[in-house]
């Protein structure tokens, strides 16, 4: 490949080539040319995203939120801890807390703060 130096004839067309933005030269025609090929040419198709469910993905990061913990509490690995964890983050992706039904209501004038 040759170097094109402003001012001398293009290699492939033999038109006085330009000084160009980088110090370089280049031949108009030719440039013209390579535009319009390059913006005739299809651009490649992006491969098809699927729905992403972030809820899923949300779970997910809940529950090895807990798992870590677990971990850093020495809980046993097994079943009984995995249980665990799962109701755990089914108890904090619940969309309506569940009503706690008490045998009796408190009176706020009792409490002494």
């Known amino acids: 490949m040759q170097t094109k130096v402003a001012g001398q004839p293009c290699p492939d067309c033999n038109e006085l080539m330009i000084q160009g933005k980088n110090g370089g030269g280049y031949c108009k025609p030719c440039y013209i040319k390579w535009k319009n090929q390059t913006k005739d040419q299809p651009k490649p198709a992006k491969p098809a995203q699927q729905d992403v469910d972030w809820d899923k ?17 020495k809980m046993a690995l097994d079943q009984a801890t995995k249980d665990r964890i799962n109701q755990w983050t089914d ?8 009503t706690i039904q008490t045998e009796e209501q408190v009176e706020t004038s ?3 703060f």
């Open 57 to 73: 993905i949300a779970r997910g990061k809940v529950k090895h939120a807990f798992a870590v913990e677990s971990f850093k509490m």
């Open 91 to 98: 108890f904090v992706m619940q969309e309506e807390l569940p």
């Open 110 to 112: 009792e409490i002494p």
